[in-house]
């Protein structure tokens, strides 16, 4: 492979803010970055060397685009896998692998995954048609997900009792054991080509519960060390057991009993990785970096706790973004602001994240807070 620091050309497919947070971490590294992205108005048409407004689902796009890279990464799994397996054979790198993502596409194949692998994850049953749910062997209550294309909380629907059917989706599905959680947790694991494996501590998330995504997040945990463990543990298994390249997030449900369930993976950097950038010695951002380029593995220690808090559109606004209360949150010491830029705002859509950082634990809770609190997007 060429110098990644010198000639080599990094593709990444997706220019949202996933990919202009790797970029910002690739200048560091003198690294060259090409996006492809359907949106001339993505948040990294302004900061990569060359953008290309294209499709990501249209083979050709793909085929075309991969072509003028040495290495090829994503920063969303909706992308044209078939031609990234043509890639990969005509020797350009795509990292993470392209049968890792079609696995991770469809959430019937990552549940078969599991099961077949012996990760612990909820009973579930693969549907293909409506008719099917009359005949489910889970029992109420429980989950369905879209096999394809379910996206930050979009594509999952809870169905309480048989009243709740005929709003049930049509199409391929899974249903899963609806878990009664005590905590959701994830792990973000880091595998490069010469298999050394590395895991971030273990976060405990909170969801917003209109939007179904994360809303605020705490590193590190204060779990039971036994229980941080075997989360690393098996995120650990998955990654080695997929053989990765690159990022793997790994969200997991802690059930009242005890218990580690893993509910899905993400093969790229996550949202539950944004304290990493000021929380940790290594970023999950320069982690992915050094994992596709097969270079060493960072430290992934945490410095301080570090509290994220996503910036979401406001409900009832949609329009030019205007942020209201940013000079007031700028004044509270340890409080870093992330915003993506994007133009418009819509209601729940990710404009942004804070990170808090502070010594003391319950400071940095009270801060976040204050944050969710003051800190909107409006129109």
Request: aromatic residues 8%; hydrophobic residues 40%; glycine residues 8%.
């Amino acid at each position: 492979m060429k110098a990644f620091y010198g000639d080599l050309k990094l593709g990444i497919l997706g220019g949202g803010q996933l990919g202009r947070m790797l970029i910002q971490q690739a200048i560091n590294y003198n690294v060259t970055v090409k996006i492809l992205d359907p949106d001339r108005e993505a948040p990294c048409r302004k900061l990569c060397d060359e953008f290309t407004v294209g499709s990501l689902g249209d083979y050709e796009t793909v085929y075309n685009f991969g072509k003028t890279v040495d290495l090829l990464t994503i920063e969303i799994e909706k992308v044209n896998v078939d031609a990234l397996e043509q890639l990969e054979k005509e020797g350009v790198l795509v990292y993470p692998q392209s049968r890792i993502i079609r696995l991770i596409q469809d959430k019937g194949l990552q549940k078969q995954f599991f099961k077949e692998n012996d990760i612990p994850t909820a009973d579930f049953q693969i549907i293909s048609s409506p008719q099917q749910l009359q005949q489910s062997l889970i029992p109420f209550p429980y989950i369905q997900k879209l096999r394809k294309d379910g996206y930050d909380g979009k594509g999952v629907y809870k169905v309480i009792d048989e009243s709740y059917l005929a709003g049930a989706f049509k199409e391929p599905s899974l249903i899963e054991q609806w878990i009664d959680f005590e905590k959701e947790i994830a792990v973000i694991v880091a595998r490069n080509e010469n298999g050394e494996i590395s895991t971030f501590p273990m976060v405990e998330m909170e969801f917003n519960p209109k939007a179904n995504l994360v809303e605020f997040l705490i590193a590190p945990s204060t779990l039971p060390f036994a229980i941080q463990q075997k989360a690393e543990q098996i995120a650990k298994k998955i990654a080695d057991s997929l053989k990765i390249v690159g990022l793997l997030a790994v969200e997991m449900f802690l059930d009242k009993q005890g218990r580690i369930l893993v509910n899905e993976l993400a093969p790229r950097p996550h949202n539950s990785g944004h304290q990493t950038i000021e929380g940790n010695v290594v970023s999950q951002f320069e982690q992915h970096l050094r994992a596709i380029f097969n270079q060493p593995l960072g430290d992934t220690a945490c410095l301080n706790n570090a509290i994220m808090v996503n910036v979401l559109g406001e409900a009832g606004y949609e329009g030019p973004a205007i942020y209201q209360g940013i000079e007031k949150i700028l004044k509270v010491p340890g409080v870093y602001i992330h915003l993506y830029g994007k133009a418009l705002t819509k209601p729940f859509r990710k404009m942004g994240h804070v990170t808090i950082v502070d010594a003391d634990r319950e400071k940095a809770i009270e801060k976040a807070r204050f944050v969710q609190k003051t800190l909107k997007v409006i129109s």
